[in-house]
C-alpha cells in the first residue's frame, strides 16, 4: 500500500514539474523579429559600396533594399557652379539603413563654344535678276499710232542697231522688250498696240544677229507712266506731255 501511494506521489509531482515548465515556456515572449523593409524603386538607385545583403551585383557596386527615400525640399543654391546631389539611402556593413542629406557639390564648368553665326542670306530674287534698262522713246522708232516694221523709221532702226551690236558684244541671259504707250485710248487698245511694238522691236534684233530664244517680248500697255500730264490740256500738247511714256525698254539680264 505504501509502495503505491509513492508512485502516486511521485507520478503527480512528475505531472507538476511538466505542467510549471510548459508554463514558463508559454509565458516567454517570442524573440523580437523586425519587419523586412518593404521593397520599393529609389528614385535615386541606392547602389553603393559595402552593401551586407547583395541582392544584385553591377560593376562592384550592390544595391540593397531600402526604405521609401525621403522627399527634401532643395534649397536655393549658394553660387554658380554647383549642383544639388539628391539625399539616399546608405547601409554599410550589419547596420541600420541612415539617410544621407542631399547637398551641394562643385560641378566643372562646360566651356559654351558660341555656335558660329550664320551666314548671310541670300539677296533676293529680284536683285539678283535686277536687268540693265535701256529706253528708246516710240516716237523715234514710229510716228505717232504705228508700230509695224515697215512704218519703223530709219533713226530708231539705227538704235537698234547699235544696241544690237554692244549685246553681242557683251555676256547676257536673256532680252525682254518692254512696250509701253500713253493713256490715250482706251486700254484694250493701248495693251495691244504695245504689244504690235514689242514684237517688231524684237523682230529687228533678231534679224542683227541676237538669238530669238533669248528674247522675250510684252506689251504693258500705259502701265508705269514715266510722267503725269494734267488733264485740261489740248490735244497737240496733251500728245507732247506724254511723250516719255509712249517707249520700248529693252530689259538686258546678266548671266547668274
Not at 20 to 26: D, E, R
Request: some cysteine; charged content about 20%; aromatic content about 8%.
Amino acid at each position: 500500500m505504501q509502495t503505491y501511494i509513492r508512485k502516486i506521489l511521485f507520478l503527480s509531482a512528475a505531472a507538476t514539474g511538466i505542467l510549471g515548465a510548459a508554463s514558463n515556456v508559454l509565458a516567454q515572449p517570442a524573440p523580437y523579429q523586425p519587419a523586412p523593409y518593404p521593397l520599393q524603386a529609389q528614385a535615386d538607385p541606392g547602389w553603393r559600396r559595402d552593401a551586407p545583403q547583395v541582392a544584385v551585383e553591377r560593376g562592384g557596386w550592390q544595391r540593397f533594399e531600402a526604405p521609401p527615400p525621403h522627399y527634401e525640399a532643395v534649397p536655393p543654391p549658394p553660387r554658380s557652379g554647383y549642383a544639388w546631389q539628391r539625399g539616399y539611402w546608405e547601409r554599410r556593413h550589419r547596420d541600420e539603413p541612415r539617410w544621407v542629406q542631399g547637398y551641394w557639390v562643385a560641378v566643372q564648368p562646360v566651356a559654351v563654344v558660341a555656335p558660329p553665326p550664320p551666314p548671310p542670306p541670300p539677296p533676293p530674287a529680284a536683285a539678283q535678276q535686277r536687268p540693265k534698262i535701256e529706253r528708246i522713246s516710240a516716237d523715234a522708232l514710229f510716228r505717232f499710232d504705228q508700230s509695224s516694221l515697215d512704218q519703223m523709221l530709219p533713226a530708231g532702226r539705227a538704235q537698234l542697231a547699235a544696241l544690237a551690236k554692244r549685246l553681242a558684244a557683251s555676256r547676257y541671259a536673256r532680252i525682254e522688250v518692254r512696250g509701253y504707250t500713253d493713256r490715250l485710248g482706251s486700254d484694250g487698245y493701248n495693251l495691244n498696240l504695245s504689244i504690235r511694238r514689242a514684237n517688231t522691236v524684237k523682230d529687228v534684233l533678231v534679224s542683227y544677229g541676237i538669238p530669238a530664244a533669248r528674247i522675250k517680248a510684252v506689251g504693258l500697255g500705259a502701265q508705269d507712266p514715266v510722267t503725269q500730264c494734267r488733264d485740261g490740256l489740248p490735244q497737240e500738247a496733251l500728245i507732247r506731255c506724254l511723250l516719255p511714256n509712249r517707249r520700248v525698254e529693252i530689259a538686258t539680264f546678266a548671266m547668274p
